[in-house]
């Protein structure tokens, strides 16, 4: 088993940073890697961005590239997810979640953190 707490969310205004976290605990050892995904009224989750644990190489969706960076602490278990030059649209329930394998689906998710951007 596998908890994962999201922390970091607030209401910003346009042009604003913010730093998401994203700790692990429980049976940590097997995790290949973690990612953030995010999801909007009305709207299906959407991926944002991903880190493999043991090289750390990441992957971001084309709407954020440039603006937010993904990152991990593999002694703390946690990953970061740092949000530069926000915009209204990327308003949304922001989740963390863990995968065991890369040819495996994320089965481990966190509660959600809320971010909100104004104009």
Request: hydrophobic share 30%; with cysteine.
């Amino acid at each position: 088993q596998v908890q994962l707490l999201e922390s970091g969310g607030g209401l910003v205004q346009a042009g604003d940073s913010l730093r998401l976290s994203c700790a692990a605990s429980g049976r940590t050892s097997s995790m290949y890697g973690m990612g953030w995904f995010r999801q909007a009224p009305g709207k299906e989750r959407e991926f944002v961005a991903c880190i493999t644990w043991s090289t750390g190489t990441a992957y971001y969706a084309d709407s954020v590239k440039g603006r937010f960076t993904i990152s991990s602490d593999n002694a703390k278990k946690t990953v970061y997810l740092q949000m530069n030059s926000l915009k209204p649209e990327d308003t949304a329930l922001y989740y963390c979640a863990a995968r065991s394998s890369f040819y495996k689906d994320y089965d481990y998710w966190g509660q959600g953190t809320q971010v909100t951007v104004s104009s």
